[in-house]
């Protein structure tokens, strides 16, 4: 039975508004703040990825009947991975650094809109144990950011 506090996608909004400001901040930020502001921003996009793809995706594509929105939103964190992995191999004054982490900041925004716009209200009206989903996740995450 849904909920109108869930939980779940109270923290997904929430991981969303961090990072969005956070790429705001980096618009605005000095060379050496920007290093330290664009290791946030991947170590933040990989524990709330790992999140979605390893627990919270699966229980939403079982919920909703919109195999092309799950599919969409697993290539959209596809093309993230692709992005975080050449910029950990750049440095932050690399000439293209700043040009990938521009379009990591556009596809994060285009994939936000998309989950919260469509994605979250589906899956508000699923049949989810939202509660278990919870806890399930919150102990995850732990082990993600301890790693």
């Given at each position: 039975?849904?909920?109108?506090?869930?939980?779940?996608?109270?923290?997904?909004?929430?991981?969303?508004?961090?990072?969005?400001?956070?790429?705001?901040?980096?618009?605005?930020?000095?060379?050496?703040?920007?290093?330290?502001?664009?290791?946030?921003?991947?170590?933040?996009?990989?524990?709330?990825?790992?999140?979605?793809?390893?627990?919270?995706?699966?229980?939403?594509?079982?919920?909703?009947?919109?195999?092309?929105?799950?599919?969409?939103?697993?290539?959209?964190?596809?093309?993230?991975?692709?992005?975080?992995?050449?910029?950990?191999?750049?440095?932050?004054?690399?000439?293209?650094?700043?040009?990938?982490?521009?379009?990591?900041?556009?596809?994060?925004?285009?994939?936000?809109?998309?989950?919260e716009?469509?994605?979250?209200?589906?899956?508000?009206?699923?049949?989810?144990?939202?509660?278990?989903?919870?806890?399930?996740?919150?102990?995850?995450?732990?082990?993600?950011?301890?790693a």
């Amino acid at each position: 039975m849904p909920t109108m506090s869930n939980p779940v996608l109270t923290m997904l909004k929430a991981d969303h508004k961090k990072v969005n400001a956070l790429f705001a901040e980096y618009r605005e930020a000095s060379a050496r703040k920007q290093q330290d502001i664009a290791q946030a921003v991947i170590q933040e996009l990989e524990i709330h990825a790992g999140l979605e793809e390893e627990l919270i995706y699966p229980a939403i594509r079982e919920g909703i009947d919109d195999d092309e929105l799950m599919n969409e939103a697993n290539e959209e964190h596809h093309l993230v991975h692709v992005l975080i992995a050449e910029l950990k191999k750049l440095k932050p004054n690399d000439d293209t650094f700043k040009a990938k982490f521009t379009v990591l900041g556009e596809l994060v925004k285009h994939h936000v809109k998309e989950e919260e716009g469509e994605m979250f209200p589906q899956a508000q009206k699923a049949e989810i144990d939202w509660e278990e989903l919870h806890a399930e996740v919150m102990e995850r995450k732990e082990q993600l950011m301890a790693a």
